[in-house]
Each structure stands twice: as C-alpha cells, then as structure tokens.
C-alpha cells in the first residue's frame, strides 16, 4: 500500500490521515503503479480521493467547496472513505495533531456547543474521547491562570543512559560507550546554563518549572549528578520556583545516595517509570532490571522523601498483554504514586523495535479501556494529554494525577502556554509570545556534536533576546508585553 497525493503544496495531513489507516503506508512521489494505493488530488475545478486495493477500486469526487481549504474538504473525503472501506472508527477521528487538547481549547473560543459539533461532527472524535479532552481542558485552566504572563520554564536535556530501550527513538547515548564524553558534557552544560540565565534576566523573564530530562539523568555518577545539580543552583534561583522536576525513570541506575541527592537539592518531583512490572516485558524490551528492582527504587525515593513521583506505563509493549498490563496497573496502584502516565506504544522510525521488525504485544485498546475507569476509582484525574504519529491503533498519552500534584511542566509544554529555554544535546527551545506566536531555537541533536558547535549554540541563543525585543514595549524599564 502505498499514497499518492497530487495538488497540495504540502500533503502533510493528507499523508499522516491515511496511516491512521494503514500504519506506515510509504509517501509515493512519483505516478502511481498498479499496486494498493490511497490516492488524493485538489484540481481546480473537482476534488478526488481513491483506495485500490486487491481487485476493486473505490472512488469520491466532488466540487471544490467555496471558503473551505483544499486539504481541509480532501481530509474529510478521504477520512470517509477510508473509514467506510476498513470498517475502522478511530477514537480521534480524523485529528492528526499532537495536541488536540489545545485543539479544542482554541474551538471552545466559539462556544461549548459550537466546539462539540467541530470535533464530533466535523473530525469525527469519539464522545469518549471528547470527554476526555473537555475534562482536561477544564483541570488545567486555572493552572494556566495562575502563570505569571512573562514565566518561562527550564528544560535540562541529560543524554545519556544505561542502555537503550527498544522503543525509544531519543538522542540518548549509553554510557558503555560514551562515558569519556559525560564530564566535557556537564562542564559545557553548565556554561550554557550560565548565558541562558543572563539572557532570561535581561528579557526579564520569570522562572517557573525546571525539568531535567533525557534520557536518565540519574545514569549519572553521584559526583556527576551533584556537579549538574550544582550548575543549577548557583545560575537560577531553584528556592522560588512552583516545581523542580528530575526524570529517575531507570531503576537499574537509581539508588538512594542519588535519590537523597536530588532532595537535598530541592527536587520536588521525580519520575520512576516502570514501563511494566513483568520481568519477561521487561526483557523483551531490553531494559537491565527487574519489577523488584523498580519497587526497591520506589520504597528509597519515599525513604529519601519524596512525596510527588510520577511512575509511566506503556500500553501495548512486546510480550505484554492485557493481562499482565492489569497486574501492572494494580502493582502502581498498590505503592500510591501521585502521578500515573500511560502511553501508547509509538513505533518510531529511529527505535530498535522498528529496526529490528520485532512485534508489539496486544492491543492497547482493551488496556487503556479498562485502566482509566480504575485510575479514577482510586483518585487519580487526567490532567494532561498528548499524541504522537506512529502510536498503535492512533490512541493517546495521558497523565493522571491526585488532585493537587499535576505536574506543571507537562501543563505548560503540551499547551504552549509559557516559553521553554530548552538546554543541551537535542534541547529545543520554544519562545512563546502573546497572541500564539512560536520561534523555535534548536542545539545540535548529539553530545558530540553538541560540544563540537557548542559557540554556534550560544550565538543562537542570542535570538531570545531579539525575540522579546519584538514583543516588549522596549520604552518601558523592565518592559511589558506590548499590545
């Protein structure tokens, strides 16, 4: 099966609706052969979408609709088509956006009524999920409120890990091989930390999050950790901040001398992320420990004390099945996190699961279905939501909280609601202005590479000063958003 798509500047919805349908159909850019295809076409005076797969063939042509974007009216009949041919009715319609909680926030603008219609009736989501959306737009909002409006929050990208999991795609190394790099890494870091501070004085900008992720920051070295640690407190003012997060996700690399550590420095949110709590998943999906290990990590974080942990699961993970994804959740369960994410195993191109061709478990339709009814009955809500292309069945992330723990960072990054000065190997910074405009400033994707154009990394991050000079009343000391 392949897509041919013909009178669009960009496919890009086009392309990404069909594999809603058909996982990793390949973009054909050329005529089409004779094999299975979806084919769309904008011409001027009708619109065409086809599927030909085996020996028939399925045609939709109409006018084109005055007022109603070209990609828009193609999405609609090709999502009809598609779901009429397959019999598939995906739980998101025929939304393919990472953030169709802020989707709907910006529809709910017009009215809940008029928003309920567009994303039922128009994209075709499932009430269920509808539901969901509504419920985690209205938990956020006063979260949202809340920030001051010139707040920023810190990303601190750690690279580095254990060893790499089969369905991971970052740009994390293992430390087997690259443990030489870890320390120039660090020292590099922290001088990148020291302009990224002086630069968000001078737009005058307020911290209000920091998270440091990965990668497993806790891969680090007790010495290595605390120098990082170090390098963070002596540049931003970790004492008045609304949260500090550190990602503790590997057991196999996590003990209490490091758990102990990040308290001692003021960390008031980590994540341990079992991914499941059966030794064979656990295996198959090559991580180095064991569902006792992660349960001893848990008990040191509390003995350390700890009181917000986030624990993340992945639905449809290799060996898994609905199952022992139950007696996982029931396992998290029992220890009473404050926060429970769920994802969506997402098959991406750079993992070894893809590379390797090796096989997910059970669906993730069933596990999701039957987790989210029990997360409530045990006082957890969603409070944050996002989807990824390539996840299985086209389903979602979701983190769950107890009320009064939702992790802010994650809030403000899925929304775009605040700037992130993202730092580090693959650290993307997002300026965020008044009225939704975004500029992006991105640092080399590797360590190497990284400290190799580690000056042309401080040159760009000049462009958040000019950023904030265009969307601040300079005549003002100090400054304020402009109108």
Same mark, same amino acid.
């Given at each position: 099966?392949?897509?041919?798509?013909?009178?669009?500047?960009?496919?890009?919805?086009?392309?990404?609706?069909?594999?809603?349908?058909?996982?990793?159909?390949?973009?054909?850019?050329?005529?089409?052969?004779?094999?299975?295809?979806?084919?769309?076409?904008?011409?001027?005076?009708?619109?065409?979408?086809?599927?030909?797969?085996?020996?028939?063939?399925?045609?939709?042509?109409?006018?084109?609709?005055?007022?109603?974007?070209?990609?828009?009216?193609?999405?609609?009949?090709?999502?009809?088509?598609?779901?009429?041919?397959?019999?598939?009715?995906?739980?998101?319609?025929?939304?393919?956006?990472?953030?169709?909680?802020?989707?709907?926030?910006?529809?709910?603008?017009?009215?809940?009524?008029?928003?309920?219609?567009?994303?039922?009736?128009?994209?075709?989501?499932?009430?269920?999920?509808?539901?969901?959306?509504?419920?985690?737009?209205?938990?956020?909002?006063?979260?949202?409120?809340?920030?001051?409006?010139?707040?920023?929050?810190?990303?601190?990208?750690?690279?580095?890990?254990?060893?790499?999991?089969?369905?991971?795609?970052?740009?994390?190394?293992?430390?087997?091989?690259?443990?030489?790099?870890?320390?120039?890494?660090?020292?590099?870091?922290?001088?990148?930390?020291?302009?990224?501070?002086?630069?968000?004085?001078?737009?005058?900008?307020?911290?209000?999050?920091?998270?440091?992720?990965?990668?497993?920051?806790?891969?680090?070295?007790?010495?290595?950790?605390?120098?990082?640690?170090?390098?963070?407190?002596?540049?931003?003012?970790?004492?008045?901040?609304?949260?500090?997060?550190?990602?503790?996700?590997?057991?196999?690399?996590?003990?209490?001398?490091?758990?102990?550590?990040?308290?001692?420095?003021?960390?008031?949110?980590?994540?341990?992320?079992?991914?499941?709590?059966?030794?064979?998943?656990?295996?198959?999906?090559?991580?180095?420990?064991?569902?006792?290990?992660?349960?001893?990590?848990?008990?040191?974080?509390?003995?350390?004390?700890?009181?917000?942990?986030?624990?993340?699961?992945?639905? *449809? /993970?290799?060996?898994?099945?609905?199952?022992?994804? @139950?007696? =996982?959740?029931?396992? &998290?369960? !029992?220890? %009473?996190?404050?926060?429970?994410?769920?994802?969506?195993?997402?098959?991406?191109?750079?993992?070894?699961?893809?590379?390797?061709?090796?096989?997910?478990?059970?669906?993730?339709?069933?596990?999701?279905?039957?987790?989210?009814?029990?997360?409530?009955?045990?006082?957890?809500?969603?409070?944050?939501?996002?989807?990824?292309?390539?996840?299985?069945?086209?389903?979602?992330?979701?983190?769950?909280?107890?009320?009064?723990?939702? *992790? /802010?960072?994650?809030?403000?990054?899925?929304?775009? @609601?605040? =700037?992130?000065?993202? &730092?580090? !190997?693959? %650290?993307?910074?997002?300026?965020?202005?008044?009225?939704?405009?975004?500029?992006?400033?991105?640092?080399?994707?590797?360590?190497?590479?990284?400290?190799?154009?580690?000056?042309?990394?401080?040159?760009?991050?000049?462009?958040?000063?000019?950023?904030?000079?265009?969307?601040?009343?300079?005549?003002?000391?100090?400054?304020?958003?402009?109108?």
């Amino acid at each position: 099966m392949e897509i041919l798509i013909k009178g669009l500047p960009s496919g890009y919805e086009i392309e990404h609706l069909a594999r809603i349908f058909y996982p990793g159909i390949p973009l054909r850019k050329t005529a089409a052969s004779r094999g299975a295809l979806v084919y769309a076409r904008a011409g001027k005076t009708r619109m065409a979408v086809g599927l030909r797969a085996g020996k028939a063939c399925h045609v939709c042509t109409a006018s084109p609709q005055a007022g109603v974007p070209a990609k828009q009216q193609l999405s609609g009949m090709l999502y009809t088509l598609l779901q009429a041919q397959t019999g598939q009715k995906p739980p998101w319609g025929m939304l393919t956006g990472v953030r169709p909680v802020n989707f709907l926030r910006h529809a709910l603008q017009h009215g809940n009524a008029a928003a309920q219609t567009e994303l039922l009736e128009t994209y075709h989501v499932s009430q269920e999920k509808y539901n969901l959306a509504h419920e985690i737009v209205c938990r956020q909002q006063p979260f949202l409120q809340a920030s001051a409006p010139r707040s920023y929050s810190l990303y601190v990208s750690i690279p580095f890990c254990p060893s790499r999991c089969s369905y991971c795609s970052f740009v994390s190394r293992t430390l087997q091989r690259d443990t030489a790099i870890v320390q120039p890494y660090l020292e590099a870091l922290e001088r990148e930390m020291a302009q990224t501070a002086q630069v968000a004085k001078t737009c005058g900008l307020t911290l209000e999050t920091i998270y440091i992720g990965g990668g497993t920051p806790t891969a680090l070295t007790p010495p290595q950790l605390r120098f990082l640690l170090q390098s963070v407190q002596k540049h931003f003012n970790t004492t008045i901040i609304k949260e500090y997060t550190v990602e503790a996700g590997r057991p196999d690399c996590t003990d209490y001398e490091k758990l102990a550590l990040l308290k001692q420095f003021g960390v008031s949110r980590i994540s341990i992320n079992p991914q499941s709590m059966h030794n064979e998943v656990l295996a198959a999906i090559g991580r180095g420990h064991t569902a006792a290990d992660i349960v001893r990590c848990f008990e040191d974080a509390r003995r350390a004390g700890h009181q917000n942990i986030n624990m993340d699961l992945i639905a *449809g /993970l290799p060996k898994d099945t609905e199952q022992r994804f @139950a007696k =996982t959740l029931q396992t &998290l369960l !029992a220890l %009473a996190p404050e926060n429970i994410t769920i994802h969506t195993l997402t098959l991406k191109r750079a993992s070894n699961m893809v590379i390797e061709q090796s096989a997910s478990g059970s669906s993730p339709a069933n596990m999701i279905a039957a987790a989210y009814p029990q997360l409530y009955q045990h006082g957890y809500v969603p409070y944050y939501l996002y989807r990824q292309k390539n996840t299985v069945e086209n389903f979602e992330n979701t983190g769950w909280a107890k009320p009064g723990t939702e *992790g /802010l960072y994650n809030i403000f990054i899925m929304e775009e @609601a605040q =700037t992130i000065l993202a &730092l580090g !190997a693959g %650290a993307s910074t997002k300026l965020v202005a008044p009225g939704g405009r975004i500029q992006r400033v991105y640092n080399y994707k590797y360590p190497a590479e990284y400290l190799e154009g580690f000056n042309e990394i401080l040159a760009r991050k000049k462009g958040v000063e000019a950023f904030y000079a265009g969307n601040l009343d300079t005549q003002t000391p100090g400054g304020h958003w402009a109108d």
